[in-house]
Structures are given as structure tokens and as C-alpha cells.
């Protein structure tokens, strides 16, 4: 009987908010909502399952467990640094490194309020990553249990991969935010070239430029990013999955060591890291308010030509992952037959 070497194999695994946060810990500004902390339990993962033991060993359950878990551990980071900027927009101007801890002792009305919306946006965050989490390793671990057989495994991890590529708008990813910098620049050196300018005014117009092009860098740019670390993961999964198709293993390996694919996929987060860079030289640029026109001239041709750089690298990137999603389809044919 098939279930004759089947055995309990307990699975315990506690995937924490910060999984991955840069360091693995919560960042610096939970200083100042300290409350914050009673609302993010981190998911436990404890079931019992009944497996073969020759084929499933408790760590690589447990480790699978935290994978399922990692693209959207990744998304709640990109909204903590999302609630982090808006945060700080809320309080006052500090020279050099903010005293977090002092703003949870403040008891000025508008660091109050400030603090308090963070506070209710990390928790509301995490409240649906955390169902989200839940619900798809407990699923995971259920087809394990069920034993769907690792080419429906490996095909299901592609495709979702490949999904949440497809369902992004990457022609705009770099375009829109980087224009929104590049007419903040000119527009400051145009207004301020002017007799008698209203710096105040000016200066303003600009920021409102550089937070148009944060907002869409964290709504299409830095999701793109996270989709790009998916798909590489999905595709070292299908890489070293003995139990899948030779088929399906081959596309996992032209995800991760193919030059040209795996080259764009690490230009394209790159690209994203570089945009976000761009964004905080623009808000430097106008927060200190020592710049001349002609800064934010040169500012700007360096913009443009950072511009055109990027967008080639997410046209590629593009280009290659069709490329991909041709492969995987041509392997899931193959699996079929």
C-alpha cells in the first residue's frame, strides 16, 4: 500500500512582519508608534502531517512554509516604507538622523495624529497580509499532504509567477515617475530664472512633481520588483525540484543562470533601486533649498539620460520574460502529453 511509509512529521514554522524588511527587524521609525507592536503577531505555521519521510524532511517543509509566505512579506515591506514616508511628511524638518522615540513622547497634537495613522495603516496592512499568508501556506500544505505530484506543483508555481508578471503595466513603471522628476527639475530652473520668483511657490510645485513620481514608483515600480524576486525564486524552486518534469526543471534553470534573462531580471530591480535613489536626490534637492537654477538644469539632463537607460532595461526585461512564459508553456505542453 502507497501510504504503508507515510509517517506524522510535525511542521512548525514562525514567519515574522520582518521576514523581509531590510535587516529582518522592524525599521527604526517604529519607534514612535511602540503600540504598533501588539498588532503584528507573526503567522504560526504548526500542523502534523502524514508524508513519506523519504521524500519530505521537516526543514524543507518548514523553509517551504516561509517561501509560500515570501512574496508577500516582500509587499509589506514596500508598504512600511510607503507609511514611513508619508509619516515623515507629517512632522516637522529635523537636521541629520530623526529621534524616533521622541515623537511617541511628543504631545504636540499633529505628531499625535501623525503617529496615530501610522500606526492604524502598519496594522491594517498586516492584518490582510497576514490572512493572505495563512490561507496560502495552509493550502500549500495541504496539496503537499494530498500528494498532487510535483509537475502540478511546479506548473502552479510558474504560472502564478508568470501571472503576477503579466498583470503588471511595465511600460510605465519607469516613464511616468521619471518624467514627474525631470519637470520638477526644469520647471524649477524655468520658474526660478525669472525676475522677482516666488521660491516658496516654485519649490512647492516641484515637490508636488517629486511625490507624484514616489507614488508611482511605490505603486508600479517597486511591485514590479517584488514580482521580479518571485518569479527568480519560483524558477529556483522548479530548478531543483528532482520530482518534476525535465522540462519544467529546464525553464527553472533559464530563469536563474540564463545570461540574458537572468541579466534583465537583475537589471530590472536594479533599475528600481536606481529610481527610488532618483526620487530622494529630488526630494533632497528641494527640501534643503540651496539649489540654483542651474543645478536643477544639470539635475535634469542627467534625469533624461537616466530616464532613457531605465526604460530600456524594462523593455528588455519584458522582452526576456515572454521568452519565458513561451518556454513554460511549451514544457507544460510536454507535461501534458
Not at 153 to 166: H, N, R, S
Not at 200 to 224: G, H, M, N, R, Y
Not at 307 to 327: D, F, M, N, P
Amino acid at each position: 500500500m502507497p501510504d504503508d511509509h507515510k509517517k506524522p512529521i510535525q511542521v512548525k514554522k514562525m514567519i515574522s512582519p520582518f521576514g523581509e524588511v531590510k535587516g529582518k527587524k522592524a525599521p527604526p521609525w517604529f519607534d514612535a508608534i511602540p503600540g504598533v507592536y501588539r498588532y503584528l503577531a507573526p503567522v504560526m505555521v504548526d500542523r502534523k502531517l502524514m508524508l513519506d519521510p523519504r521524500k519530505w524532511k521537516k526543514k524543507d517543509l518548514e523553509d517551504g512554509s516561509y517561501a509560500v509566505a515570501k512574496y508577500e512579506l516582500a509587499l509589506f515591506a514596500t508598504q512600511l516604507s510607503q507609511i514611513e514616508k508619508a509619516f515623515t511628511k507629517e512632522l516637522p524638518p529635523v537636521k541629520g538622523k530623526r529621534d524616533w522615540g521622541s515623537i511617541a513622547k511628543s504631545k504636540a497634537p499633529k505628531d499625535k495624529s501623525a503617529a496615530k495613522t501610522a500606526e492604524d495603516s502598519v496594522k491594517k496592512c498586516w492584518d490582510k497580509i497576514a490572512k493572505k499568508i495563512d490561507d496560502k501556506v495552509s493550502l500549500a500544505l495541504d496539496e503537499v499532504e494530498a500528494d498532487k505530484g510535483d509537475n502540478k506543483k511546479a506548473l502552479a508555481a510558474g504560472k502564478e509567477a508568470l501571472k503576477k508578471f503579466g498583470n503588471l503595466d511595465t511600460s510605465k513603471m519607469f516613464t511616468s515617475p521619471m518624467d514627474d522628476l525631470q519637470k520638477s527639475m526644469t520647471d524649477f530652473a524655468s520658474g526660478m530664472g525669472k525676475s522677482n520668483p516666488d521660491q516658496e511657490k516654485i519649490t512647492a510645485a516641484s515637490q508636488k512633481l517629486v511625490a507624484s513620481a514616489s507614488s508611482e514608483c511605490a505603486s508600479t515600480a517597486k511591485q514590479v520588483q517584488n514580482v521580479v524576486k518571485y518569479l527568480k525564486d519560483a524558477g529556483k524552486k522548479m530548478e531543483k525540484d528532482e520530482g518534476a518534469n525535465a522540462a519544467l526543471r529546464a525553464v527553472g534553470k533559464t530563469i536563474t543562470s540564463d545570461s540574458k534573462i537572468a541579466g534583465a531580471l537583475d537589471a530590472l530591480e536594479d533599475g528600481v533601486d536606481k529610481l527610488e535613489d532618483a526620487i530622494s536626490d529630488a526630494e533632497d534637492f528641494f527640501k534643503k533649498g540651496a539649489g540654483t537654477p542651474g543645478d536643477a538644469t544639470s539635475k535634469a539632463g542627467k534625469l533624461k539620460d537616466l530616464s532613457s537607460k531605465l526604460v530600456k532595461t524594462g523593455k528588455t526585461a519584458t522582452e526576456q520574460v515572454r521568452i519565458v512564459a513561451k518556454k513554460f508553456s511549451d514544457a507544460e505542453k510536454e507535461v501534458k502529453k
